[in-house]
């Protein structure tokens, strides 16, 4: 019976794999996760690794293939919501999951091609940008501001560098030298030479994550570690037209808080939610040291984003008491939404109520492969047909206490799925996003270096 199954999953598993083509000869994925040969209530240990990875990556993936914006090719932030509504920096996630749609078969590199200049030409001729910056959230089919907040009605610095990122990312994949690949690349050196990272400062020492045409500074908030934003900092120092001096690095993203950040498990603090091991480093290789790292004892950004995966681990085990199907094979908080609405789920006791995010285990698996891929099959072996799961992979967010499944699926939670799963097997998006010199030098005058 055993290998009976094992035989089933083996062949749904080659099935993700091939290219099946429609009626008007356009290559589609494969439903995996949903095939009718594919038994219910296999155990974990049937399923391989290997095998549980291409279900999710692969179902997954769709959110950003299938759901993207039809106008503007951009990625939806959420799927119960205003479906006009895309994210910068969730569609920055998106780009570089079109990367591991081509390098898994799903999609052909023409048709991510396509896409991807449908995407560049929207956010260049449609979009408004706030001295280079983007918004938040831009109306998918007009390009317009979508305001996230009365006053962040203009530029958020945080989620553009998450959409460069992307961009940046993509840039060192198309090198073909075609045309098409090479419009591509001139529209992303446009777009990304075009942040003005400097302007963020305000004459400051640190960058500010908000500026608005109506509101200028008021909403006056500043990046500063540690948290999701490395990834700002590193690209606003590698602008080629706008970078600001290395110094605001050490004065502006280290600040006061930075050691304290760093000392997880030597200051009592738990790390906060798990998306700050996951944004910045979806590209940004973790696997980096400086200065301020080896004064927390920690040999890399890599160990102690472990660190922090492993006691957001360790805090859910501990809970089992409270929340009873909390476990080794069952953590992870951050932020999604939530059975009150949405909430920065995190290992304390005001941070955690019973609700457990499937992206941030899942994600975390560059830290935590062994535990990682635990909680991957028993989240899908378990609760796949109590509503976890779905046309885009594993639903946001539940909490069995409250007997609630969340009905949405997010962005920013999405794509760090299928990045890290892929950085994981290959270290692909990390090795191109590594790849682009203004960055190398970006890294070197802030006295970082890859391990």
């Known amino acids: 019976m055993i290998i009976e199954k094992r035989m089933r999953y083996l062949l749904a598993t080659i099935i993700v794999i091939i290219s099946f083509l429609s009626c008007d000869g356009e290559r589609v994925v494969k439903d995996l996760g949903d095939d009718d040969n594919i038994e219910q209530g296999d155990k974990e240990e049937t399923i391989s690794d290997e095998e549980i990875m291409d279900i999710v990556q692969s179902q997954t993936f769709k959110y950003f293939w299938d759901y993207a914006h039809p106008t503007s090719g951009m990625a939806r932030e959420r ?19 079109l990367i591991v749609g081509v390098e898994r078969n799903y999609i052909t590199r023409e048709q991510a091609l396509d896409r991807l200049l449908k995407i560049t030409d929207f956010l260049k001729n449609k979009t408004t940008r706030y001295h280079g910056a983007w918004a938040h959230w831009v109306n998918g089919r007009t390009g317009i501001t979508k305001p996230f907040s009365p006053k962040d009605n203009g530029g958020d610095l945080v989620e553009t560098s998450f959409l460069v990122q992307g961009l940046l990312t993509v840039k060192q994949y198309f ?3 075609t045309e098409k690949e090479n419009l591509l690349v001139e529209r992303i050196d446009e777009l990304c030479d075009g942040v003005e990272w400097d302007w963020y400062t305000n004459g400051t020492d640190h960058l500010i994550w908000h500026w608005s045409e109506n509101y200028n500074w008021d909403m006056n908030l500043p990046i500063k570690g540690f948290n999701e934003c490395m990834i700002t900092y590193v690209l606003a120092v590698s602008s080629k037209n706008h970078a600001i001096a290395p110094e605001l690095y050490h004065s502006g993203w280290a600040g006061s808080n930075y050691a304290r950040g760093m000392n997880i498990s030597r200051t009592g603090y738990t790390g906060g939610p798990l998306f700050f091991t996951h944004y910045s480093y979806l590209g940004l290789n973790p696997k980096i ?33 409270k929340y009873d199907y909390y476990g080794e094979d069952c953590w992870g908080l951050t932020a999604s939404d939530d059975p009150k609405g949405y909430m920065a789920h995190n290992p304390s006791t005001n941070g955690d109520n019973g609700t457990i995010s499937p992206t941030a285990a899942i994600s975390s698996i560059v830290y935590t492969p062994e535990e990682s891929l635990k909680v991957m099959k028993h989240l899908y072996t378990t609760y796949k047909d109590k509503g976890l799961w779905g046309k885009y992979g594993f639903k946001d967010a539940f909490n069995v206490k409250e007997d609630w499944f969340a009905s949405s699926y997010l962005a920013i939670d999405q794509g760090p799925i299928v990045v890290m799963i892929e950085n994981y097997r290959s270290g692909l998006l990390w090795n191109l996003f590594m790849k682009n010199e203004e ?7 802030c006295g970082i270096e890859l391990k």
């Open 79 to 97: 799927s119960n919501g205003d479906g006009d509504i895309v994210t910068t920096g969730g569609t920055g996630f998106g780009l570089m999951s």
């Open 175 to 177: 090198t073909n030298n």
């Open 289 to 321: 040291t400086d200065k301020y790292i080896k004064a927390s004892r920690f040999d890399s950004y890599f160990e102690r984003n472990k660190e922090q995966s492993l006691i957001n681990k360790q805090y859910c085990v501990d809970q089992k008491n």
């Open 439 to 445: 960055v190398k030098q970006g890294l070197n005058k």
